[in-house]
């Protein structure tokens, strides 16, 4: 995990302090991993916003075509795309001045990490935003889920 | 704060374990509660559609429970366990998880007792087959793959015939027919060895023996990688949309943490075998010992499997330890700081021989544990192995005169002293 230039804990830890996360490729299936996530986020307060074309609200929030339509700043670009789409989100993620550029699980793409990197973006790789929120913030431990998470000092 | 990897002691006392942040309470509390209440109906709803993190119902989920559960998981480098009501219990729920009618599981002969009579009777009664194979024969378990073969199980450490597994090679292979190998890692513990770091997917503990280390508390836990991919096409009992929890995928929506939250919200939900919460406190406190009893166990165990192994009155002792034993070089490679403290001899005598020398000691308790602070004795072939006929008893290494220890963590010199008035009693009968 460590080895990862793309999971660092720190990098992480900071991208939590987000307000506002465009969730690009948010399913309106809320069976679907994206809804699970979205609706966390929306659950512990964070401004989620819809990129989807083919739907015009998600989760009760507008859904917006592009990552260029989303009328606010956004921080954190969470991608649940393939990563063949990942390069061109970064583009997009770079031009509108988001902060992070967030691949979920699975999405891996060097290419679209390394050029939101070079763009001043804070980039995070095949990790889930749920799960990091749940792993440093919330309550992952409650369900036994190995948060790797040492310390002495009262939260 | 920067990324730092905890060495594995300080992981044994605090991993799971954060001070309480609602009163700051250093040692773990006991969440004495069935139920929980709700902050409102949207986070009831939440926590019941695996939403949000939530608690519900102590025989789901419950805090020290978890503490006990995220503390096994981070030994052994999982991605998360799942604990019941003990080894068995647990056992029951990891297979039932994974397995329906018509899968077949191929799994070592050399196993505990119950395990093998639940493998066989259990499974059973739910249509699944089951080859035994010899676990040191790699082309056995080779031999035994079908097309509906979707588990490879063993133990690391055979009871009672101290059978070391290569894993790695068996998990190689059950991953080239796209299956999962279970471990049961019971008598080596994550201090010994940690199945999943050789290609194990997931791990299965009777809790009640040395994690916990002190024979007061049963409990099972269920350990698991998350790197397993049961979205393979082999598995639609895990992968696909399930009827029991409204259509939900648990491999595709929750990935690495699929089965894991499979085996909580469904199979514990159903089985209904929750461990209590002061079991897992006590569990959960012996483990907080467990490098420093491990190292007394293990030195114990060599020193007296020596003791044995010179004394003319003794035919066999099966300790992977000792430099004469087949799996020696196995033991060197999966147990480089010891092979446990469960091991079994011989008496040349018999069972007569095997039953007189259990009643003339004074110091190993006489019971049907292992795995206790203390150390303990007893005769597999009229006691844990009892409903293994002579052949199964054969494949699991048992004779007649086989009487198996389990070696605490008192002076070594008082253990080898009452095992030599036992084999005295037996040179003075015959």
Same mark, same amino acid.
């Given at each position: 995990m460590i080895d990862n230039p793309y999971q660092n804990q720190d990098v992480i830890r900071n991208a939590l302090n987000a307000k506002r996360i465009a969730l690009v490729g948010l399913s309106a299936n809320e069976l679907r991993a994206s809804s699970f996530v979205g609706r966390y986020l929306l659950f512990h307060g964070y401004d989620v916003v819809p990129v989807n074309p083919n739907e015009e609200s998600i989760l009760g929030r507008k859904s917006y075509p592009s990552l260029s339509d989303i009328p606010e700043k956004v921080d954190i670009v969470d991608v649940f795309r393939h990563p063949s789409a990942v390069p061109a989100i970064a583009e997009e993620a770079k031009a509108v001045g988001a902060n992070c550029l967030w691949l979920q699980f699975g999405v891996i793409s060097e290419e679209g990490a390394e050029l939101a990197s070079k763009g001043g973006l804070d980039v995070v790789m095949d990790r889930c935003l749920k799960v990091e929120h749940a792993r440093y913030l919330g309550r992952m431990h409650w369900l036994g889920f190995n948060t790797g998470r040492i310390t002495a000092r009262r939260a | 704060m920067t990324d730092h990897e905890f060495g594995f002691a300080t992981r044994t006392v605090h991993a799971g374990s954060r001070p309480d942040p609602a009163t700051g309470a250093r040692a773990l509390p006991i969440y004495q509660t069935t139920s929980y209440v709700f902050e409102n109906t949207e986070s009831a709803a939440a926590y019941f559609n695996l939403q949000e993190y939530g608690n519900t119902y102590s025989r789901i989920m419950n805090p020290t429970v978890a503490a006990f559960e995220e503390r096994v998981a981070n030994l052994d480098g999982g991605a998360g366990a799942v604990a019941f009501a003990s080894g068995l219990a647990a056992q029951s729920a990891a297979l039932f998880t994974l397995l329906r009618p018509g899968d077949h599981v191929i799994a070592s002969s050399a196993l505990y007792g119950g395990t093998i009579t639940?493998?066989?009777? $259990? =499974? #059973?009664?739910?249509?699944?087959? +089951?080859?035994? &194979?010899?676990? @040191?024969?790699? *082309?056995?378990?080779? !031999?035994?793959?079908?097309?509906?073969?979707?588990?490879?199980?063993?133990?690391?450490?055979?009871?009672?015939?101290?059978?070391?597994?290569?894993?790695?090679?068996?998990?190689?292979?059950?991953?080239?027919?796209?299956?999962?190998?279970?471990?049961?890692?019971?008598?080596?513990?994550?201090?010994?060895?940690?199945?999943?770091?050789?290609?194990?997917?997931?791990?299965?503990?009777?809790?009640?023996? $040395? =994690? #916990?280390?002190?024979?007061?508390? +049963?409990?099972? &836990?269920?350990? @698991?990688?998350? *790197?397993?991919?049961? !979205?393979?096409?082999?598995?639609?009992?895990?992968?696909?949309?399930?009827?029991?929890?409204?259509?939900?995928?648990?491999?595709?929506?929750?990935?690495?943490?699929?089965?894991?939250?499979?085996?909580?919200?469904?199979?514990?939900?159903?089985?209904?075998?929750?461990?209590?919460?002061?079991?897992?406190?006590?569990?959960?406190?012996?483990?907080?010992?467990?490098?420093?009893?491990?190292?007394?166990?293990?030195?114990?165990?060599?020193?007296?499997?020596?003791?044995?192994?010179?004394?003319?009155?003794?035919?066999?002792?099966?300790?992977?330890?000792?430099?004469?034993?087949?799996?020696?070089?196995?033991?060197?490679?999966?147990l480089p700081d010891g092979s446990g403290a469960v091991f079994c001899f011989d008496l040349p005598g018999g069972r007569e021989h095997g039953l007189r020398f259990i009643e003339s000691l004074s110091l190993f308790s006489h019971l049907a544990n292992v795995g206790d602070a203390k150390s303990l004795v007893i005769h597999p072939a009229s006691t844990t192995h009892r409903q293994l006929n002579d052949n199964e008893l054969a494949a699991a290494g048992i004779s007649p005169g086989t009487v198996r220890l389990s070696i605490g963590i008192e002076d070594a010199g008082d253990l080898i002293w009452d095992l030599s008035e036992g084999l005295n009693a037996l040179r003075d009968v015959s």
């Open positions: - | 639940q493998l066989k009777h $259990f =499974l #059973g009664k739910l249509s699944v087959g +089951l080859s035994f &194979v010899d676990p @040191d024969d790699i *082309e056995a378990w080779r !031999s035994e793959i079908n097309g509906d073969t979707k588990l490879l199980f063993a133990e690391t450490i055979g009871n009672p015939g101290g059978n070391v597994l290569d894993i790695e090679s068996v998990a190689e292979l059950a991953h080239a027919h796209d299956c999962p190998l279970m471990i049961d890692n019971t008598f080596a513990t994550p201090f010994l060895c940690r199945p999943l770091e050789w290609g194990a997917d997931i791990v299965v503990y009777s809790a009640t023996k $040395f =994690l #916990g280390g002190h024979g007061t508390s +049963l409990g099972g &836990v269920v350990v @698991d990688s998350g *790197e397993f991919n049961w !979205s393979n096409g082999r598995f639609p009992v895990v992968a696909d949309p399930s009827p029991a929890y409204h259509g939900l995928s648990f491999h595709e929506t929750f990935g690495v943490y699929g089965y894991l939250t499979k085996l909580r919200a469904e199979t514990l939900r159903d089985l209904g075998a929750a461990i209590s919460p002061f079991n897992a406190f006590l569990l959960g406190q012996g483990i907080e010992t467990l490098p420093l009893r491990m190292r007394q166990h293990v030195a114990n165990a060599m020193t007296v499997a020596e003791f044995l192994h010179e004394h003319p009155g003794v035919d066999r002792v099966s300790y992977p330890g000792l430099p004469d034993s087949p799996y020696h070089e196995l033991a060197d490679k999966y």
